[in-house]
């Protein structure tokens, strides 16, 4: 059953981020059985230069739709200047760094709680919700983040940069519920968002294929693809068009003297613009025992300097077993249990404490204890912390 905590005697006024979707829905609908008094606000953050792949006007729809079958008031409004300015700048510079961002976690800081949460208290919301999957658990100290208990849709991960004081003035009326039952309530209700397929990939692209978006704002800037002992195999558009494990996209098959095997982005050399790939899927120069990680944002009391706990260095990742070493009050150093493939510069660390949510923050860079030369100078990176670790 969903876990809303109770309201005083006179109806609180929640305002729900409406998507159009049926998660969104399902929050307002649960929400509104519980007594509060609902409304919906619709948020628009991009507004791009092709409505071929941006579904903003049917999603619109689909959300006038959920509240006036619902009875409730919808509201309107754009973020797009906001969200250029504070998700998509930075989403460019770092693909334009060499690294692989994340902007999801930073729409939800930025902008779902952060200038929405701000608009949504002027339109009169005692607090706000949303269709996250994750749950919220109240005490002395604050808000807790937990994982949703549909640990396959669990969205704690995009949620653990969110201020504690925004996390306080949320409800997460979804964290107790699994999708199929989230599905089944809306089915009763007569949503007609029932059955709406769930959103995929990064808001801003949509099903557009994400070199072509990208190079609509980044330059080629070519250069050699290579294995880690130098052998050229052909030439890249720009490191920033790849990321570290990517498999398609690289044209270098049936190369002389090579496997029959595909190959694998393992290495981005900044330095000489060089692109660096391997055969094998878990081939020594993909996996990682060790990371940096930058910008940490803590959510909850760390038990001291040196602490273990479990990490996901990407979305719908396993818990992978590590200990945190504190470097200051942002950054941290992480040894993992056990080597992880494909941890990736510019994707976030998230540390949890079973289903608690610590914080997290960026990766900055990686490193393979047991392979120290066999990656050599390829795996020397310019967003390293270890230079910082002295001063």
């Not at 613009?273 to 959510?299: C, G, K, R, T, Y």
């Not at 660390?349 to 289903?355: L, S």
Request: glycine share 10%; charged share 25%; net charge negative.
């Amino acid at each position: 059953m969903p876990s809303i905590p109770a309201h005083s005697g006179s109806a609180e006024t929640v305002i729900v981020g409406m998507s159009g979707g049926v998660d969104s829905a399902v929050a307002a609908l649960l929400l509104k059985e519980a007594g509060f008094s609902v409304q919906g606000l619709h948020m628009t953050n991009w507004e791009g230069d092709d409505d071929a792949y941006c579904t903003a006007a049917e999603d619109f729809q689909d959300a006038r739709a959920v509240c006036e079958t619902l009875d409730i008031p919808l509201h309107r409004v754009s973020f797009s200047l906001e969200y250029r300015e504070r998700v998509f700048a930075h989403f460019l510079r770092e693909y334009a760094a060499g690294r692989t961002p994340n902007p999801d976690v930073l729409c939800n800081r930025e902008i779902k709680f952060g200038v929405c949460l701000d608009y949504m208290h002027r339109l009169g919301a005692d607090r706000i919700a949303t269709g996250h999957y994750a749950r919220l658990e109240r005490g002395d100290a604050g808000p807790r983040l937990l994982k949703a208990r549909d640990v396959s849709k669990d969205q704690s991960y995009f949620l653990h940069g969110v201020a504690p004081g925004a996390l306080a003035d949320t409800l997460l009326p979804l964290g107790e519920l699994r999708k199929d039952e989230v599905r089944r309530r809306a089915h009763a209700a007569g949503l007609r968002v029932f059955d709406k397929p769930d959103s995929t990939g990064i808001c801003f692209i949509g099903e557009r294929p994400f070199e072509d978006f990208l190079s609509r704002y980044l330059q080629d800037s070519k250069g050699p693809i290579e294995t880690p002992d130098g052998r050229p195999l052909g030439e890249h558009r720009g490191l920033a068009f790849y990321t570290l494990g990517q498999r398609s996209g690289l044209r270098v098959g049936g190369k002389p003297g090579a496997a029959e095997a595909p190959w694998y982005v393992a290495e981005k050399d900044a330095s000489r613009n060089a692109l660096i790939v391997v055969q094998h899927h878990e081939h020594p120069l993909l996996m990682s025992d060790e990371f940096d990680v930058e910008d940490v944002h803590w959510l909850a009391r760390v038990p001291g300097v040196q602490f273990d706990c479990a990490v996901k260095t990407r979305y719908r990742q396993g818990d992978l077993a590590c200990r945190v070493l504190l470097r200051g009050a942002d950054r941290a150093q992480v040894a993992l249990r056990h080597p992880a493939r494909a941890v990736t510069p510019g994707q976030y660390a998230v540390f949890y404490d079973g289903d608690v949510c610590l914080g997290g923050g960026v990766i900055a860079s990686r490193r393979n204890s047991s392979t120290a030369a066999l990656r050599g100078a390829h795996l020397v990176s310019s967003n390293s912390l270890s230079s910082l670790e002295g001063s």
